[in-house]
């Protein structure tokens, strides 16, 4: 496998082979000990991760030997940007057996499938093709590995957090007051594709989407909707009812931004609150809060805490403060955690949450979101992003933690 850092013929960067090597590696470790045969991966995030290609394709990986990535299109891209040697081009999904046959693959008995995201239909078709064997999902495995990063994956996360601090830096000069939620957000998109962002943010949820930013400001910055997190925003239509909206910027409400950035398929996810002029008291106290929260943790968080303690920490600091009802939304919307792994995708493991007993261990990336949502007044919080070291907490996202003001000409 290739080992430098390296560009492809387009002259974009390339995964490093030993990166992929390792991948592959502590797999193969992970099917040992389940006693599988192999896995079939098809999601392409996942595809990414151990291959180093984004090309639409099958990943085949043997308990032992080889692995072999058969391409639909563009095989000749895939060959290029893919440090793995075994690459094939693949006709369709009937050619997968014969070309197995010829690897000296078959006979499986127990194979592994990404069961947590495989549409119906091609597990069904895995059942027919694959009689005799026990299909079993691989999911769990392959999250749990890709929640420890690489220092190849540590510098493209880095990467991005330096584009989203020059974004928060710029577009504090570019608010202004009546300027709409949804102009705020198209110029942060803009700043972001300028400082190299991929254009996507990338999440593995069922049915679940996330744009570049969340662009609230007041009331609409606790209006209710779909998405899996504390603050939606109630965007533009039905049909993507999320994230910045018609409304306006205006004086002494708060402007509340999450943004993210994804450079060589890595993010970064931070959150700041914004505001022209003066926070109404109660929505102060709560930013305050949400700061000392993240202050307190980044003291007290190490290797071998649980994921459920973290959220029980934080949460006892907004209850001291009577803001319970407040606290990682409200209502309906509220939910039970406090922060995310990030990655490859932005719902990565680990998740900061109640029944999530899983120790923190070094090498983890994760996002710490303490907020605080209020009907009629809106939503203030913060959001950093953190390496786990072994003497603790490194912050990796670089934009001071205050309360940002925006002065008007």
């Known amino acids: 496998m290739e080992t430098q850092h390296t560009r492809s013929d387009y002259g974009l960067e390339r995964v490093p082979g030993k990166?992929?090597?390792?991948?592959?590696?502590?797999?193969?470790?992970?099917?040992?000990?389940?006693s599988l045969d192999g896995a079939f991966l098809l999601q392409n995030v996942d595809v990414y991760y151990f291959s180093g290609t984004l090309q639409r394709a099958i990943l085949f990986v043997p308990a032992s030997g080889e692995p072999a990535l058969m391409v639909i299109k563009s095989f000749q891209r895939a060959r290029n940007e893919s440090p793995l040697e075994g690459v094939y081009p693949l006709s369709g999904r009937e050619a997968i057996l014969p070309l197995l046959a010829d690897l000296g693959h078959g006979a499986f008995k127990r194979v592994g499938l990404e069961l947590d995201v495989l549409p119906a239909a091609q597990y069904i078709?895995?059942?027919?093709?694959?009689?005799q064997t026990a299909f079993v999902d691989v999911s769990p495995a392959i999250r749990s590995q890709r929640m420890i990063k690489s220092a190849y994956e540590i510098e493209q996360i880095r990467r991005a957090t330096t584009v989203v601090d020059g974004d928060y830096r710029e577009i504090r000069g570019r608010i202004r007051e009546g300027m709409p939620e949804i102009e705020v957000d198209g110029l942060l998109a803009g700043l972001a594709r300028r400082g190299g962002h991929m254009g996507v943010m990338r999440i593995r949820g069922w049915n679940q989407e996330m744009p570049t930013a969340h662009v609230l400001v007041g009331e609409t910055g606790a209006g209710l909707s779909c998405c899996e997190t504390p603050v939606n925003g109630i965007g533009i239509t039905p049909a993507m009812p999320q994230g910045a909206s018609f409304g306006r910027v205006v004086r002494?409400?708060?402007?509340?931004?999450?943004?993210?950035?994804?450079?060589?398929g890595y993010h970064s996810d931070q959150t700041r609150t914004l505001v022209i002029g003066k926070l109404d008291a109660t929505l102060a106290r709560a930013h305050a809060c949400s700061v000392e929260i993240l202050k307190q943790l980044e003291a007290e968080i190490r290797p071998g805490i649980a994921c459920s303690e973290i959220y029980t920490m934080a949460k006892t600091i907004a209850d001291a403060h009577g803001l319970a009802a407040h606290?990682?939304?409200?209502?309906?919307?509220?939910?039970n955690f406090l922060g995310h792994g990030i990655g490859l995708e932005i719902d990565e493991l680990p998740v900061m949450a109640p029944r999530f007993n899983l120790p923190v261990q070094e090498g983890m990336v994760f996002a710490l979101e303490p907020k605080f949502i209020f009907p009629a007044l809106g939503t203030v919080g913060i959001e950093d992003d953190y390496r786990v070291t072994a003497d603790g907490l490194e912050r990796l996202t670089l934009t001071e933690q205050d309360l940002l003001y925006i002065q008007q000409e």
């Open 327 to 335: 606290f990682m939304g409200h209502g309906e919307g509220q939910v």
């Open 252 to 264: 002494n409400q708060p402007i509340y931004i999450d943004h993210g950035v994804a450079i060589n």
């Open 19 to 34: 990166d992929i090597q390792s991948r592959i590696t502590a797999l193969q470790e992970s099917l040992v000990a389940e």
């Open 125 to 131: 078709w895995f059942l027919k093709k694959f009689p």
